[in-house]
């Protein structure tokens, strides 16, 4: 089992929609969590920290679940512009050495 | 005005050359790290700089290795290129060591072996 396991998609919404990711963690002594987004050819970039209460950055919202070991995305009224790759990371609390990132979501946000 | 800046941003080279990457960040932060993306987009850690402390991830061969001469500096030395090293390797870093330390990334060094 992969230690960051998320659905590849891709997804293809339409502009305005709600889309949801789920990102599952084999490593219970995780300690940290954060969504990053990557755009194509480019480098990944911090989107949010993943809070164990839950958080929400505009259109964002991400959740943690630590029973079930899953982290979940959460965009409401997608834009053109959060077509992108959705990266997972899990960091255990060692430190930034472990630092796990998933294989990616890819979401298409279509006119 | 870049963060993390990385060089050359392309390599093509042949099999069994050595090559090197550069890295820079000006962001003042202790630690620094290497990552590669291969073709599955899977964005594995090589290694971590810490304070003078360099942190291996076992799987990397040998063939690689990272020097840092300053703290806002680690270089990536890769010696006797093979075909699987064709990837895009990602220069970071972070203020510290700590696991909410938000981890900023360069532009990336698309390397390909011939």
């Known amino acids: 089992r992969k230690e960051v396991e998320q659905d590849p998609g891709p997804f293809n919404v339409p502009e305005g929609a709600t889309v949801a990711f789920n990102c599952t963690y084999s490593?219970?002594?995780?300690?940290?969590f954060f969504w990053y987004r990557q755009d194509c050819r480019k480098e990944p970039k911090l989107l949010m920290s993943?809070?164990?209460s839950g958080n929400e950055d505009g259109r964002f919202t991400a959740q943690l679940n630590r029973a079930s070991q899953y982290i979940s995305l959460l965009i409401r009224d997608s834009k053109l512009s959060d077509s992108a790759t959705y990266l997972c990371?899990?960091?255990?609390?060692?430190?930034?050495?472990?630092?796990?990132f998933g294989a990616g979501t890819r979401l298409f946000v279509k006119a | 005005d870049t963060a993390v800046s990385q060089t050359p941003k392309y390599l093509v080279t042949q099999m069994g050359n050595d090559k090197s990457i550069k890295c820079e960040q000006n962001l003042g932060h202790d630690t620094m790290y290497w990552y590669k993306q291969d073709s599955k987009k899977f964005l594995k850690i090589m290694f971590s700089y810490n304070n003078k402390e360099l942190i291996i991830n076992e799987t990397v061969p040998n063939r690689f290795s990272p020097k840092s001469p300053d703290k806002a500096h680690l270089n990536l030395h890769i010696n006797s290129l093979e075909l699987g090293d064709s990837a895009v390797y990602f220069c970071?870093?972070?203020?510290?060591?700590?696991?909410?330390?938000?981890?900023?990334f360069g532009p990336g060094t698309r390397l390909l072996v011939l």
């Open positions: 970071a870093s972070s203020q510290g060591y700590g696991s909410q330390e938000t981890q900023y």
């Open positions: 490593n219970s002594a995780s300690q940290s």
């Open positions: 993943v809070y164990s």
């Open positions: 990371v899990v960091r255990p609390n060692t430190g930034g050495f472990k630092t796990i």
